[in-house]
């Protein structure tokens, strides 16, 4: 009997063990920190032997095959062991694949995938197709695959998870942009990144299809040096393609296959240059498979976003709360910035990640009127704006930041959480920053 090694005990973790009994392998899952207590009574249920605070290597080394959480870095010393043991460490996308044989859409990018993976999910469903959505978002990949039996995957996948394949490969990848993010994972080389990031086509042949941003240049010129096999469809919101999707008198042009269809943008219910980005991308992706452009129309003009991303939580005296939670970087607050049309109030700040904030420069001294710090350490926002914006306060807690916010705000104007930063210094991650931002509103 193989023996399989779990290395995390979170949803990913679980969902590969779960499979991994289910598919004969005898399992064993070990966590540096603590199991959730949901998540220990699953193991208990399947009968899979787990450690919590620890990792015993006697119990480890002796694997034929280790599924390590995307969390975990390859540096540290029990993964550089199993390599140099010989051991095949991989992620749990790699180890799921092998045991479906339904077609894999998967998406990366560094920006812009959560909202695209679950609007491709959203217009397989309403073309009726035998769809799961999973990877990043929701489930695991590898319990779905224990579980269920779908026609069709769609996967929002992280750097980190495609630097754990061998042979896996989407039949559709899509790639949304490329920003430096994580640089601390990737020893602070951008083109490590990068290339993690293109690793969603290693794998592809002539059959399979890339779907990418050909407004990216960082996108575009890897490609010119490192060509791929698959069936390239670009999307630009600048120029025309002579395949692929397009913007040409305000409707999106997607061409594929010898025939075009178009949809008008004010069908979008989704604002902002991004996000019209996503529209292409996800629309690309269903007429590949065949959905009828009725059904794709249809979709987009009723999807509602992914939580904690430009959601609109409240109006109160006329001012719109905008919770955008999920921008962890950057180049997301970029893009929030950027679909904002009245007067912003922005708070931001938390655990930065190496950030250039001069990038956003521009709109904040277009659209920002006054700025929120809401971090243990606003120093460097304090230093790049100070001079910039006629108001700004710091605070140290989201209650206090909501109520300076209210103070501050007129009437027209936009009240926006867009962090720019990880959230790990006063939260617990971004979702419970933003569900703090929607109830400190709701309790006006």
């Known amino acids: 009997m193989k023996r399989l090694v779990v290395l995390g ?6 969902g590969t063990a779960i499979l991994g009994k289910k598919k004969g392998y005898e399992v064993f899952v070990s966590d540096k920190g603590k199991i959730k207590e949901k998540y220990k009574k699953v193991l208990e ?15 480890i080394l002796n694997a034929d095959v280790v599924m390590k959480s995307p969390g975990i870095p390859d540096t540290v010393p029990l993964v550089v062991a199993l390599n140099q043991n010989g051991v095949s460490v991989i992620s749990e996308i790699e180890f799921a694949a092998k045991y479906t044989n339904a077609v894999i859409i998967g998406i990366t990018g560094s920006n812009g995938k959560t909202t695209t993976t679950m609007l491709i999910n959203h217009i397989l469903k309403k073309g009726d197709f035998n769809v799961g959505m999973a990877g990043n978002i929701g489930d695991s990949f590898a319990k779905m695959v224990a579980d269920s039996d779908f026609d069709f995957y769609v996967l929002e996948i992280s750097s980190f998870q495609l630097d754990g394949i061998v042979a896996f490969k989407p039949h559709i990848a899509v790639l949304t942009n490329i920003t430096p993010d994580h640089l601390d994972r990737y020893d602070h080389k951008f083109e490590n990144y990068i290339a993690s990031k293109f690793s969603i086509a290693k794998n592809q042949t002539n059959d399979d299809y890339l779907i990418y941003n050909a407004d990216d240049e960082v996108i575009v010129d890897w490609l ?19 395949e692929g999707a397009y913007l040409k008198n305000d409707k999106i042009r997607i061409h594929t296959q010898n025939n075009t269809i178009e949809i008008m943008t004010d069908a979008l219910v989704l604002e902002g240059k991004h996000n019209l980005k996503n529209t292409m991308a996800a629309s690309t992706v269903a007429k590949l498979i065949g959905i009828r452009k009725q059904t794709i129309r249809d979709s987009i003009m009723n999807f509602q976003g992914a939580p904690h991303r430009l959601e609109k939580v409240l109006k109160i005296n006329n001012v719109q709360y905008i919770n955008d939670s999920k921008a962890t970087n950057v180049n997301a607050t970029y893009y929030a910035l950027d679909s904002m049309s009245a007067p912003t109030v922005w708070i931001v700040g938390g655990v930065d990640k190496g950030n250039d904030y001069r990038e956003l420069m521009p709109l904040v001294r277009e659209k920002v009127k006054a700025i929120i710090c809401l971090g243990t350490d606003n120093s460097k926002i304090k230093e790049v704006f100070g001079n910039v914006v006629d108001l ?16 501050i705000a007129q009437r027209g104007d936009v009240v926006l959480l867009s962090p720019a930063c990880a959230s790990f210094d ?6 419970d920053r933003g569900n703090q931002f929607k109830e400190n509103i709701k309790n006006l």
């Open 9 to 14: 005990g979170g949803e990913s973790g679980v």
């Open 45 to 59: 249920h399947f009968e899979i032997d787990w450690e919590e605070g620890q990792h015993t290597e006697s119990k």
């Open 224 to 242: 010119k040096k490192n060509p791929v096999q698959s069936k390239l469809l670009p999307f630009s919101i600048h120029k025309e393609l002579d």
């Open 392 to 407: 700004m306060v710091e605070t140290f807690a989201m209650e206090e930041a909501i109520k300076v916010a209210y103070k």
């Open 426 to 431: 006063l939260f617990d991650n971004y979702e």
